[in-house]
Nanobody, 115 residues
Framework: QVQLVESGGGLVQPGGSLRLSCAAS????????MGWYRQAPGKQRQLVAG???????NYAESVKGRFSISRDNAKSTVYLQMNSLKLEDTAVYYC?????????WGQGTQVTVSS
């Protein structure tokens, strides 16, 4: 049974920073791809950033230059460093992990950017 547990969400002012973490439990599973998605009220869930086991990354255009994704394969953990946060970054952020045809989701963590 694989579980993804997110942490690090919260309330921050515009221009501030947050760091999200997602730790995967399981029997030494090494995920091909790990990433972060977000869903704002009334909108579809969208990819924020992804990282392969080899360290290749991709980002949504809206977060390039502000967000940075990284992973620790030994700990099966993925991180999302979010800087220069904007009001429009407010959403529930979900961790995602893929291995072969299997896909797993975390429960989500709320990020609210507000003055």
């Amino acid at each position: 049974q694989v579980q993804l547990v997110e942490s690090g969400g919260g309330l921050v002012q515009p221009g501030g920073s947050l760091r999200l973490s997602c730790a995967a439990s399981g029997r030494g599973i090494v995920f091909n791809v790990m990433g972060w998605y977000r869903q704002a009220p009334g909108k579809q869930r969208q990819l924020v950033a992804g990282i392969t086991i080899g360290g290749n990354t991709n980002y949504a255009e809206s977060v390039k230059g502000r967000f940075s994704i990284s992973r620790d394969n030994a700990k099966s953990t993925v991180y999302l460093q979010m800087n220069s946060l904007k009001l429009e970054d407010t959403a529930v952020y979900y961790c995602n992990a893929k291995v072969y045809q299997l896909e797993y989701w975390g429960q989500g963590t709320q990020v609210t950017v507000s003055s």
